[in-house]
């Protein structure tokens, strides 16, 4: 329990010139301060995020707009033009679609409100459960499913990855700096990213939890499509999976628990000091694995491995590959190192006319 207080927040757009330096610190300067990257513009949004006295005039809101009820012919046609680019559009279209759904959203400042209702400027000032909680669509009309949230399992709405992972501190600058070499290559496959989270990063203290992050840590989240269909390859896979096997194994990065493909929590459970610790605090309480299951058992490293490795697997982020079988030859996709991170080991389309 704290006493009750407000926070006062406002974003600021920069270039990407001292990112490596600035994320070091961001987190120090701000105590609810996060970052979002676009790597294909060049361009950051800084998050500053500080708590203010309860006297501070101001009763904002945080909802961000993709928490939000929406009508449902707008989610559908969002998830057909998706799925329009991701199988025949080009980077360009791409591109300009992600970039018209940022400037979309820093527009309506990102879900902050002044009082609610309106955006009238920065900073947003507001009572710490109105600005951290959010969630509109708890409050969805029963309309009939008229409107729904882009979840809803009962309309064909969005779908995407979301991989997660954290990397200490202090080794954050460098990952940075690989990744922009790697953007370097063909900035425009980081349009596949969606710009709604870019390359999200929020700083999360060292904790002694047996499962806790052992030092100061930033995480990173990443959204990007994902089909209906399993094995179907998505464009510039090869891309975002190079930039998390080099989170996870260059920089000695862990997965978030509830967010990470499979591949991701392959000796996972290694990198925590305090692993065994937790374990046997497990079997003491639950010597009878009522609360386990044959994936927690894989995950925590009691039984078998997290990845699935068979045709096809890495396409979908069961395995890394290691045999072009694991991609999708067929169709054209072969494993390859990656291009930064050779160790990483990618499925790329290469076409065979060439």
């Known amino acids: 329990m704290q006493p ?4 006062s927040v406002t974003f600021v757009n920069r270039d990407e010139l001292d990112l490596p330096a600035k994320i070091a610190v961001w987190g120090h300067l701000h105590e609810f301060g996060d970052i979002k990257w676009l790597p294909q513009e060049g361009k950051v949004i800084y998050r500053k995020d500080d708590r203010v006295d309860v006297s501070s005039p101001g009763n904002g809101l945080n909802s961000p707009l993709s928490f939000r009820s929406l009508p449902t012919s707008m989610i559908v046609a969002g998830r057909v033009e998706a799925d329009r680019l991701e199988k025949n559009g080009t980077d360009a279209e791409r591109c300009e679609s992600e970039r018209q759904k940022f400037l979309t959203s820093q527009m309506l400042a990102f879900g902050l409100t002044n009082d609610g209702v309106n955006f009238t400027g920065y900073p947003v ?75 999200y990063m929020r700083y999360v203290k060292a904790s002694s939890a047996y499962l806790g992050k052992p030092v100061d840590s930033v995480d990173f989240d990443l ?5 209906r269909t399993l094995g179907t ?40 000091p305090k692993a065994s610790m937790f374990l046997k605090v497990k079997d003491r309480y639950d010597p009878d694995g009522i609360f386990s299951s044959e994936w927690s058992d894989q995950v925590l490293g009691i039984k078998d491995s997290p990845s699935i490795v068979r045709k096809g697997c890495a396409i979908d982020g069961l395995c890394v590959c290691s045999d072009d079988l694991h991609c999708a030859p067929e169709q054209g996709y072969v494993c390859r190192p990656g291009k930064v991170y050779t160790k990483a080991r990618v499925c790329v389309f290469e076409d065979g006319s060439s």
Request: charged share 20%; net charge positive; proline share 6%.
């Open 125 to 199: 000032v507001g009572f710490q459960d109105r600005m951290q909680a959010n969630g509109g669509c708890i409050h969805s009309p029963e309309d009939g499913l008229q409107s729904a949230c882009a979840w809803d399992p009962r309309i064909r709405g969005n779908l995407f990855y979301n991989s997660g992972f954290s990397i200490p501190l202090s080794r954050t600058p460098a990952f940075i700096i690989d990744v922009q070499k790697l953007r370097d290559l063909n900035p425009t496959a980081f349009c596949a990213l969606y710009s709604s989270a870019g390359m």
């Open 233 to 272: 390859p998505r464009a510039h896979a090869d891309v975002i999976d190079e930039v998390e096997q080099m989170a996870l194994h260059k920089y000695g990065g862990v997965p978030h628990w509830g967010k990470g493909r499979n591949f991701a929590f392959d000796g996972a459970i290694a990198k925590y």
């Open 4 to 7: 009750l207080f407000k926070r």
């Open 223 to 227: 959204v990007y499509y994902r089909s």
